[in-house]
């Protein structure tokens, strides 16, 4: 497709539940980003893919998050055991990657409601 | 996490009017970023600045990098209904950016006034 897609557009998940969040980057881009945005605030940043590479895990919040990138490609974002503060729109983002001022192009994000 | 300061926290004005918004860090980035964000969709980039004291324009958007690197702002002119949203500010440490994490700060929503 012309831009990232995320899957589902809209998740609610009853407390206790695993939920898995995709993204599907711009064709080619080797840099995918995962971002959490809570209401009312700026995106903050999860994780960072090179490739297939988890480069940076900094930002996820506890271990129950988790990401992967299998193939360089299409990435999960999973949440085990979701807890109410996890309520909020995750934002994937892609760039090419190759150095230099490359923008990364932000996907329309999944709101996630815990109830 | 940390987030940028951004001012005001949320502006009404009238179609045609200059607006003028900016964003304030304790620590020193080499790269800010304004975003634009509408509702059900992701920030959108606007401006990118590389380097401290650099004044930028796109169109109707000038943006500027702090000469102390730890602030950034950006007016718009003449603002039309189109520009309804809500701005981010975003710093990067490295100067390359695209292979770095960015902090966003926490937005100034943009309503113009009918």
């Known amino acids: 497709g012309a831009g990232v897609s995320q899957s589902p557009r809209y998740k609610v998940a009853k407390r206790g539940q695993d939920v898995a969040l995709r993204c599907d980057p711009i064709?080619?881009?080797?840099?995918l980003f995962w971002y959490q945005q809570a209401l009312g605030q700026g995106p903050e940043f999860l994780t960072y893919f090179q490739n297939e590479a988890q480069l940076d895990k900094s930002g996820l919040p506890s271990d129950r998050f988790f990401a992967e990138r299998p193939e360089g490609s299409v990435s999960t974002l999973k949440i085990q055991r979701t807890q109410q503060e996890d309520s909020a729109v995750y934002l994937c983002?892609?760039?090419?990657?190759?150095?230099?001022?490359?923008?990364?192009?932000f996907g329309q994000g999944t709101r996630l409601t815990v109830v | 996490g940390q987030q940028l300061n951004q001012s005001p926290q949320s502006m009404f004005i009238q179609e045609g009017e200059d607006v003028s918004m900016n964003c304030t860090s304790s620590?020193?980035?080499?790269?800010w970023l304004w975003y634009k964000q509408e509702p059900g969709e992701g920030p959108v980039l606007l401006i990118a600045?590389?380097?401290?004291?650099e004044l930028t324009s796109n169109g109707r958007l000038t943006a500027q990098f702090g000469i102390t690197r730890k602030d950034s702002f950006l007016n718009i002119s003449a603002s039309i209904p189109s520009d309804v949203g809500i701005y981010f500010c975003a710093g990067d440490p490295k100067s390359n950016f695209g292979n770095e994490k960015l902090t966003f700060g926490t937005g100034t929503r943009l309503t113009i006034i009918p």
């Open positions: 620590s020193i980035f080499n790269t």
């Open positions: 983002a892609s760039s090419k990657g190759t150095g230099g001022n490359t923008e990364a192009f």
């Open positions: 600045l590389y380097k401290a004291g």
């Open positions: 064709s080619g881009h080797v840099s």
